[in-house]
């Protein structure tokens, strides 16, 4: 049974794939989770962009997590606040300050492999070194089609480009940002009626179940080829001037409705759930409270 840590950033698609991969390898693989520290972008980012993290962070962290906690008895979603369901799991979750301490990296050793999902702390060579002996993982599961989409906000770009595809691409980690040899790719339908986030919600459910056979490929020491990256492009956080353009176009970053819908649905239940009205009045609360700039 291969020891994997799992690096787990704090947005919905990390805990929509975190989630589904342990379920799909309970008694496969050992897991341990490890929440690293989010650092804070300060006013950096254009007003928009921060706007869409209180969508895909602190109303998850802080409103939809907590109600379902409340109320998990009642609760009938598919998923779970992490602290119930890596509990339930048999789970260890650990919150680490800085990933690439020598000590923390050196108590790893005894893992099989190392994953991140949108980890927001870029892991050093040091890591390179530890996990490039034969039979060991280091890999990333990123939200965007490598090589062309490397970076941030990836969908958003394949939007803005016209694509109507876009995919999730697993690759082994090296030094640099999203640069490793792929391994696999999961194609998937962009749909230009949705906001990013609804879309990156959407990617976030089928990735975990893609993660996980490949996983198993692994587990089963089935040769896997990895793909070295050709012509790439690094893609930052939108502009001011993008974020215009994008809304000339009809590209939204957040619907607030539909991804309140769509919370509902996946920790919830449908809109006709005792909790329904409890919840989507809760969230929009939460978001006029913390909403301003």
């Known amino acids: 049974m291969k020891k994997v840590a799992l690096f787990v950033g704090n947005d919905i698609?990390?805990?929509?794939?975190?989630?589904?991969?342990?379920?799909?390898?309970?008694?496969?693989?050992?897991?341990?989770?490890?929440?690293?520290?989010?650092?804070?972008?300060?006013?950096?980012?254009?007003?928009?962009?921060?706007?869409?993290?209180?969508?895909?962070?602190?109303?998850l962290n802080d409103f939809v997590f907590p109600f379902v906690g409340r109320n998990a008895a009642a609760c009938e979603g598919a998923y779970q606040p992490p602290a119930l369901f890596l509990a339930a799991a048999g789970v260890k979750a650990?919150?680490?300050?800085?990933?690439?301490?020598?000590?923390?990296?050196?108590?790893?050793?005894?893992?099989?492999?190392?994953?991140?999902?949108?980890?927001?702390?870029?892991?050093?060579?040091?890591?390179?070194?530890?996990?490039?002996?034969?039979?060991?993982?280091l890999w990333n599961l990123h939200p965007g089609d490598l090589p062309r989409y490397r970076g941030v906000m990836t969908l958003f770009r394949a939007m803005m480009n016209g694509d109507r595809d876009c995919a999730v691409t697993l690759h082994e980690m090296d030094e640099h940002w999203d640069a490793g040899p792929v391994i696999a790719r999961l194609p998937a339908e962009l749909r230009h009626d949705l906001s990013f986030l609804e879309n990156m919600m959407l990617l976030g459910v089928q990735s975990g179940t893609f993660l996980a056979r490949q996983l198993m490929r692994a587990e089963h020491s089935e040769a896997i080829a990895a793909e070295k990256q050709g012509d790439s492009r690094y893609w930052g956080f939108p502009d001011a001037q993008t974020l215009a353009q994008a809304e000339q176009a009809g590209i939204e970053l957040v619907d607030h409705d539909a991804v309140r819908e769509q919370y509902l649905g996946l920790f919830v239940g449908d809109r006709f759930h005792p909790l329904a009205g409890q919840f989507c009045a809760g969230f929009d609360d939460f978001v006029r409270a913390h909403g301003h700039d």
Not at 97 to 124: E, P, W
């Open 94 to 137: 650990h919150r680490v300050l800085d990933i690439n301490d020598t000590a923390f990296i050196s108590s790893l050793g005894h893992m099989d492999g190392v994953i991140s999902l949108r980890c927001y702390q870029k892991f050093s060579a040091d890591y390179v070194r530890a996990f490039s002996r034969r039979g060991k993982l």
């Open 13 to 59: 698609f990390s805990w929509l794939v975190c989630q589904d991969l342990i379920a799909a390898l309970k008694g496969e693989c050992a897991f341990t989770v490890y929440f690293p520290l989010a650092k804070s972008a300060g006013r950096t980012q254009e007003p928009a962009v921060r706007h869409l993290g209180l969508y895909e962070r602190e109303v």
